[in-house]
């Protein structure tokens, strides 16, 4: 999330506190008691949303990486059988099939990669019979079929949880517009009734109000009234 997306749900997180805290004297207004225990689902809602955010893609990055290595270990001995036998052979078209250094392969986009692996394969099972005395086995295409599938998985893996993250922080954002809007229309407006009843309540809520940055140590933010008292107050002279 963006630095500014964590204050604010820092915010929210005091805000909830405080409304918890005073629950007794916001019960006299049941329309802000109400809006309250709303508030808390969505807050809830809103940090179960950013957690399936983070465990969208969590680790399978990782593990398209390490199938990528584990791809190259099995592509590059059977890359360099057949282009050996290409080279004696003066078999162009195999050649063009299966040469290629591992500089090359790292910087494939993955479905170049994965397109390579598979003509590499299929070119090894049909000249086996004749490879045999480059080194070429069938363990070694065995090995380079399995990897080759295991990076393909990987790779759908991957993109499968890009997709669900995009679709999970949608999701959360609509929540953070759910709740500011319960702050604005109702929370806001209602506290506004106890000003005078419960004024140190107010100010309290005010203060908890504002989004501060919740990664800096320096002063925070002054709330609302901080601000306007010192706006009023006359410039120090020079």
């Known amino acids: 999330m963006s630095k500014f997306i964590e204050n604010k749900l820092s915010m929210y997180e005091g805000i909830r506190t405080f409304l918890k805290a005073n629950a007794a004297k916001l019960s006299a207004i049941p329309a802000l008691a109400a809006a309250a225990e709303d508030f808390g689902a969505v ?29 190259l270990d099995a592509l590059l001995p059977v890359s360099s059988a057949l282009s050996a036998m290409a080279a004696v ?26 397109k390579k692996a598979e003509g590499v394969y299929q070119a090894g099972v049909e000249k086996l019979a004749v490879a045999a005395e480059y080194g070429l086995t069938q363990e070694l295409l065995a090995a ?16 499968s949880s890009v997709g669900q993250r995009i679709g999970a922080r949608s999701a ?55 601000q306007a008292t010192a706006q009023s107050q006359p410039a120090e002279p020079r």
């Open 144 to 159: 380079l079929d399995a990897k080759s599938k295991a990076f393909s998985q990987a790779m759908g893996e991957r993109e």
């Open 89 to 114: 052979s003066k078999d162009a078209e195999l050649k063009a099939r299966v040469v290629v250094t591992e500089a090359q392969l790292r910087k494939m986009r993955d479905t170049d990669l994965a």
């Open 172 to 226: 959360m954002m609509d929540l953070y517009d759910e709740a500011d809007a319960i702050l604005t229309g109702r929370l806001d407006n209602l506290m506004g009734l106890l000003r005078k009843k419960e004024s140190q309540l107010c100010e309290e809520y005010n203060s908890t109000r504002v989004i501060r940055d919740a990664g800096l140590r320096h002063r925070p933010v002054a709330s609302p009234q901080e």
């Open 43 to 71: 807050v809830d809602r809103i940090k179960a949303k950013g957690l399936e955010v983070d465990n969208a893609s969590a680790g399978k990055a990782q593990k398209k990486a390490n199938a990528e290595e584990e791809l």
